[in-house]
């Protein structure tokens, strides 16, 4: 994120850190602490990242394209994904013990199939 600390604090209204670094205002980030990979700040946008922005038109786009667009189902879907990797990932790291314990895993490795 490039922008000088002393007009970042010279703007009020916007959401700061402890140490006077705007703060995004939707996922909180700073120049200090970015997203991952590294975001900058949206152009035109005081606070507002990069990352967040390109989400957003994102979502725009989903919702005006979208039959009957559901804030509701893409959640659902959102977070069934999330817990979809993190068994992936339980099962993976399952498999990987069972192999350094030299035994034959009782599963095949979570990335071959699909959620």
């Known amino acids: 994120m490039k922008r000088p600390i002393c007009k970042q604090v010279a703007q009020a ?3 700061h850190d402890r140490d006077g670094l705007i703060r995004c205002r939707v996922c909180g980030c ?4 970015p997203c991952a990979p590294p975001c900058s700040w949206a152009e035109g946008e005081a606070d507002l990242c990069s990352t967040c922005a390109a989400a957003a038109c994102v979502l725009v786009s989903w919702r005006e394209g979208a039959h009957r667009p559901s804030w509701a189902a893409l ?3 959102v ?3 999330i817990a979809c990797r993190s068994i992936r990932n339980k099962l993976d790291r399952l498999d990987a013990a069972a ?3 030299d035994r ?3 599963h095949g490795s979570a990335a071959e199939g699909n959620c």
């Open 99 to 101: 192999r350094r314990a």
């Open 104 to 106: 034959r895993p009782y």
């Open 75 to 77: 959640k659902r879907e």
């Open 79 to 81: 977070d069934g994904e």
């Open 30 to 33: 700073t120049d200090r602490e």
């Open 13 to 15: 209204g916007l959401r």
